[in-house]
């Protein structure tokens, strides 16, 4: 079973492929899809939808997550980070391919055991789970990998 999982943003849309085999988890692939900050935002949200399919058509993911939206105190970060979640879900759609939703907590807790761990406790936890060779870097496509993470080890992904 493949998961992509996905890390939502304007500027940064972090992506991880996953394969989960027997409860073995093996990293695929992980980084990010960038968009240049000055372009319309339609632009920017065109390109996330190009290069996500680019991704989806080269792993054939089976099943896609990403972090949900939470509370934000810049409500215009938070529109452009929707946006970019709108644009992951229309992507799912039209591959037909499920998407499950895992709040930062959530990740964070099937990650570490605890819902408020920082982001260098997750990634350190990630590179020895996982068995990778250094921390998973960029923090977008680090926050990827915890997400499709996550999906793989929750009840969830059974369906």
């Known amino acids: 079973m493949k998961i992509l999982g996905l890390d939502p943003g304007l500027a940064h849309t972090g992506y991880a492929v996953i394969k989960k085999e027997n409860n073995e988890i093996e990293v695929i692939d992980y980084g990010c899809i960038e968009t240049k900050a000055g372009k319309k935002i339609e632009k920017r949200l065109s390109n996330i939808f190009k290069e996500l399919n680019k991704i989806i058509n080269k792993y054939n993911p089976d099943k896609m997550a990403a972090e949900n939206l939470y509370f934000c105190k810049n409500v215009t970060s938070a529109f452009k980070v929707g946006q970019a979640k709108g644009i992951i879900n229309l992507a799912a759609a039209k591959k037909d391919i499920a998407i499950f939703e895992y709040t930062p907590l959530q990740i964070k ?37 915890a997400v499709a993470y996550c999906c793989a080890s929750t009840k969830e992904y059974l369906k």
């Open 109 to 145: 807790q099937a990650i570490t055991g605890y819902g408020k761990a920082g982001k260098r406790q997750v990634q350190k936890m990630l590179k020895n789970i996982l068995k990778l060779n250094k921390l998973p870097q960029p923090d977008h496509a680090s926050d990827a990998l």
